[in-house]
């Protein structure tokens, strides 16, 4: 059934972290465009009904495809129908992507603290992809993140840990996760030291980002 305000878009990929959170990547059928930090809604129909969420985005715009962080939520209303999807399966996406949840661009702040927890890390990740793309493009002044990332168990980090450590090389990020442990040295600016230093100056480091969850 097509519904006005929807694009059908096909699961391309997906990767299962546990079995309550996965990595999903749609292709949808007609054009998009948004600002990383938004999000989309994602609607799977049910005989009449079309049972829809909105999740926010891990994909840059850049990307020819929108890329989901999503937890299983067993009573949930929609993510068990996710759970049921195989590749080429197909969801319905809504065409406009929308959300306030954006790096600032008015107050000129260029320094940036971000926190999240497990899936909360989605837009911190398409903010980070958009810029590195930005930068190997055309060049020009980095803004610097400070991303701080909870989780209970390893795997809750998904494949975005190990993204976001090497992207850390670049020189403009610094990514602290709970394994970062006091004195011990990760890749590129992956320093536990940095939360010291960015709490002693906390209005130039902090900006509109605080966090997803």
Known sequence: MSRPNFYRAELTERI???QDLGLFKFRPEGPFTFRPGQYATIGIEDGDKLIQRPYSIVS????????????????GALTPKIWELKVGDS???????????????????????AAATVTGIA????????????????GGKAHEFLIVQGASR???????????????RDGWLTYIPPSAAPGKTLPGR??????????????ICMSSIISQQ
């Not at 065409?95 to 954006?102: C, D, E, L, Q, W």
């Open 16 to 18: 299962d972290f546990s």
């Open 91 to 113: 969801v319905l996406i809504r065409n406009r992507i929308v959300g306030a949840f954006t790096r600032d661009e008015k107050s000129g702040a260029t320094r940036h603290l």
């Open 123 to 138: 837009p911190f990740l398409s903010m980070v992809r958009s810029q590195r793309i930005d930068l190997r493009r055309d």
């Open 190 to 203: 992956a320093r536990p030291a940095a939360l010291k230093t960015c709490s002693e100056n906390m209005p």
């Open 154 to 168: 390893s795997w809750e980090f998904g494949v975005y840990k190990d993204e976001l450590l090497e992207i850390a």
């Open 60 to 75: 840059s715009p850049y990307e020819p495809f929108l890329e989901f962080f999503v937890e299983l939520v067993p009573e």
